[in-house]
């Protein structure tokens, strides 16, 4: 049985009552007289959403506030929310996987903000708690739930992931369980980046990184450099390699966990490559463990090259879905291989943990922060690679 999609419901919500707008005008002798002029007051939006329509145009939309539904619904008032690849994904390319936009769908996933009501059962959150979202919601029945993979869940409700809404509107509804609260130095806007944070805590999870290990991490976008950062500094790398194309992310990158860049070149092959990336960085004979977090086929097959023989290679980013793979190579060195998936039991709660903590500190990553008359804009400023994250501010209307 499928779970209660936790979104906002999709018809727009129309109300306008007319209003006398100006008094007759009496006139004296000949002078004609005005009738009653009825205008009507704009109504503010009640719960403005920004919504990505099939084809690929995003435009702003009123829906109807949710409600609660479940005793243990919580509605929340979306204060910030950073925008993914895949939202970006979504705007471009229509899908992502066998994912398909085919109806109106509202944006966005990464998310915190104010509890704005709570349902009857509700006990560990009250209204004006300031909350992270954790935007999966999965059935918590399935044997991969029960397992705490949560995850894989066949019947998962993922928040802007067809057929369900995301939560770049003033109001959402989730379940109490997937709301953690935020403690007082954490601000929402650090809330907001804990999703982005738990995809890094999950690779390094699965990983399985330990004091000590030699980390290569493809691709620093968002994702690759909280991966970096959480290696080091949560699981106790001692030798962290930031791997891209892209310079100007690789120097924030080597200013937020890397201790080693590359700088990635065109006309050479994997192997290559990886003797490049292994004599520049001082990886002896090869990292413990290679995380790949761009999807880019070349960064795939280099990984392989780059891990030494019984090591680790864990697959996070989404490209293309059939690569040329050096299964020789990974045979050959008895590698661990891992596919990582989003996030699953534990890794929002030790996300918010580190942070707290000041263990680990994500808001350096925030390049903008706009309001959400602005959300288009800001979405391609993001298509264009500038910045690192770019949040988009609630509604306040």
């Known amino acids: 049985m499928a779970p209660t999609p936790y979104s906002i419901s999709a018809e727009p919500v129309l109300t306008c009552e007319p209003v006398l707008a100006c008094e007759p005008v009496l006139a004296s002798d000949s002078v004609l007289v005005s009738d009653p002029v009825l205008e009507c007051d704009p109504v503010p939006p009640q719960n403005l959403s920004l919504v990505l329509e099939k084809g690929g145009a995003v435009k702003f939309e009123d829906r109807p506030v949710p409600e609660i539904e479940d005793p243990h619904d919580v509605i929340v008032n979306v204060r910030y929310t950073g925008i993914c690849g895949s939202d970006v994904h979504y705007c471009t390319h229509g899908c992502i996987g066998k994912y398909v936009v085919d109806k109106p769908m509202v944006l966005g996933h990464e998310s915190a903000g104010v509890v704005h009501a709570v349902g009857s059962a509700v006990k560990s959150l009250k209204v004006g708690d300031q909350v992270a979202m954790e ?54 806007q650090e809330g907001a980046m804990l999703e982005p944070t738990a995809v890094a805590v999950h690779f390094c999870r699965l990983a399985k990184v330990s004091p000590g290990h030699k980390v290569v991490v493809f691709g620093v976008g968002p994702v690759g450099l909280l991966t970096c950062k959480v290696a080091r500094y949560v699981f106790g790398a001692t030798t962290v390699v930031g791997v891209d194309v892209n310079e100007k992310r690789l120097a924030v990158a080597k200013e937020h966990g890397a201790t080693h860049v590359y700088l990635g070149k065109s006309g050479v092959t994997p192997q290559e490559s990886a003797e490049q990336i292994i004599a520049e960085c001082g990886l002896g004979d090869g990292a413990d463990i290679v995380i790949d977090a761009s999807g880019a086929e070349p960064c795939i097959q280099t990984a392989v090259y780059v891990a030494r023989n019984g090591g680790t290679f864990t ?22 291989v891992t596919g990582s998936f989003r996030y699953s039991a534990g890794d929002y709660q030790l996300a918010l943990d580190m942070i707290a903590s000041g263990r680990l500190s994500v808001k350096e990553l925030i390049s903008e922060t706009v309001p959400f008359e602005e959300a288009k804009e800001a979405f391609e400023n993001v298509k264009r690679g500038n910045g690192i994250k770019w949040l988009i501010e609630g509604p306040r209307n």
């Open 135 to 188: 935007p999966g919601v999965p059935c918590r029945r399935c044997r991969r739930c029960l397992e705490g993979n949560y995850n894989l869940c066949p019947d998962m409700a993922f928040a802007a992931t067809p057929p369900y809404d995301g939560t770049l509107a003033k109001f959402y509804r989730m379940p109490e369980d997937f709301c953690y609260k935020l403690p007082s130095n954490v601000s929402m």
């Open 315 to 336: 697959q996070g980013g989404m490209g293309k879905t059939d690569i040329m793979f050096p299964i020789g190579i990974m045979c050959g060195k008895e590698l661990h």
